[in-house]
């Protein structure tokens, strides 16, 4: 499994990663910005994990750019970020993201979430 | 829009002011007295002298200065409204933006406490990890049996297994870098605003006295920064209850993986 990190902090970015190579998945590319993981995109990412609050191009706005986009639309979307209100989870839950994890995590949400967005998805296949 | 009506306002006021300071000047001196330098107090004093002698001229003065007097108290109603609206504005903020820088503080401190600790357990299993091997080098000596070399392993495997988890439970400890990077990009955004607000009300000041050059240059700030330090910041972003606020989450997503599209 392919996975896309997209966050502008390169700490944030190091700790996901290790995270996901914790929990087995060793796959992964990155990008600094929602405008480089757009272009990084492909469909051999099947998850994508992304930062909201980032410069140029934001995590939501990222989303809907990909929902919009015709291989975009199967990719399973988990956002972690600093942001909690509710109107917040609404909206990235309205653009097409899959699960959220606020931050700071721990690996076992991480996982939890990712195991979560992976039985739903493969229930809806 | 109401900061830029009073700063019109005050400007306008301020120029009116200032030219009835003139025309008084001029009253007062007659056209000898040459411009834009300074008045000698002998030709002053002569001046008005000359002035309190004439009754007419007392007349014109008297008015001069009750026109003066006005245009002042409208300049300082002016300021005072001008003020008002930056003490609303930016007070809260502000107070925000300390408010913030504090939990920048505590946040650090806490990270910094957390990663001690977790150094000292390390140490602690390190520790362990040596007196095992120094158990087995003596049982080694001793010819001990299987059994208690197979006990030794076992215990040796579940110190590293402990190990590691410290030593990744340390790596996540550093989000607390992420967080406080968007607090601070956040106060100094709250700042740089607020610089730019009173920057205005400085070149309101200066616009009666220079040529306008300031005003250029002062809008020559760094906009393309202060864009990037928004996007990036979350005036919301804390370590504080990260667990009740991902609860939320969990609420409004069913706990499960929703699916997408």
Redesign the interface.
Known sequence: MKFLVV???V??R??II??LN?IGYTDCIEAADGAEALDRFDASVDFIITD?????V?GLEMVRRL?EREDG?????IMV??????DD??AA?QA????????????Q?LKE?ID??????SR?D | METRRLTEDLLSESEATLRMMDALLEELGGTEAPRNDVMEPTVYLRALQETVADPERIALLSNAFFRVHVAIIGTLEALRRSRGVLERTTTERVQRTQLKLREVTSTTESAATDMLDGLDRALQLIDRLDSLAQGDADGAGRKGDGGESGQTEDEGARIRAELRQEL?TL??C??????T??QLSWASAVLADVEERLEKITRLFNAGFSNGDESAEGDAGGGKDD??LI????P????LD?GS??A??DE??G???????
């Open positions: 966050d502008d902090s700490t944030m190091r700790i290790n995270s914790r909201w609050n980032m410069p140029t934001g929902r639309g199967r990719v399973r979307i970020t600093t942001r909690a209100s509710r989870i609404v839950a097409g993201v899959n699960n959220y994890v606020v931050k700071p995590f721990t690996p949400v979430k979560q967005v992976l039985a739903a998805t809806a | 990744f790596i996540t550093l989000q607390f870098q992420d967080i990077a968007q864009e990037s996007a990036s910041a979350d919301s972003a804390s370590m990260a606020r991902q939320l989450v409004i997503f706990g499960g993986g929703g699916t997408a599209g």
